[in-house]
């Protein structure tokens, strides 16, 4: 069975920092681009950062960049997003998700249930 699992959401006050986890089982975690989305309150689900096996490089979205940075652990099949200087408009469900394709798009393989991070002006 196949399994996204994320953790590390929460409430955090305006320039602080979290780290998301997200546990992968049940596929080839190293052959597939993974990408952290998020969707905010009203809005639409977006990309966050995205791990491409194929090209070897990690994207990230503008408003991620500088501030976001997004790490995998083969071994532990486990991918990480470490943001600071979190504003209040990161607030948002993150989720995790999978594809075998080699970028990251809303046509994911596969979807964590998602981990709230709520910040705080």
């Known amino acids: 069975e196949v399994q996204l699992v994320e953790s590390g959401g929460g409430l955090v006050q305006a320039g602080g920092s979290l780290r998301l986890s997200c546990a992968a089982s049940?596929?080839?975690?190293?052959?597939?681009?993974i990408g952290w989305f998020r969707r905010a309150p009203g809005k639409e689900r977006e990309v966050v950062s995205c791990?491409?096996?194929?090209?070897?490089?990690?994207y990230y979205a503008g408003s991620a960049k500088g501030r976001f940075t997004s790490s995998s652990d083969n071994a532990k099949s486990t991918v990480w997003l470490q943001m600071s200087s979190l504003k209040p408009e990161d607030t948002a469900v993150y989720f995790c998700?999978?594809?075998?394709?080699?970028?990251?798009?809303?046509?994911?393989?596969?979807w964590g249930k998602g981990t709230l991070v709520t910040v705080s002006s």
């Open positions: 049940g596929f080839a975690f190293d052959d597939y681009a």
């Open positions: 791990i491409s096996r194929r090209f070897g490089r990690t």
């Open positions: 998700a999978a594809a075998r394709s080699a970028l990251c798009g809303n046509d994911m393989d596969y």
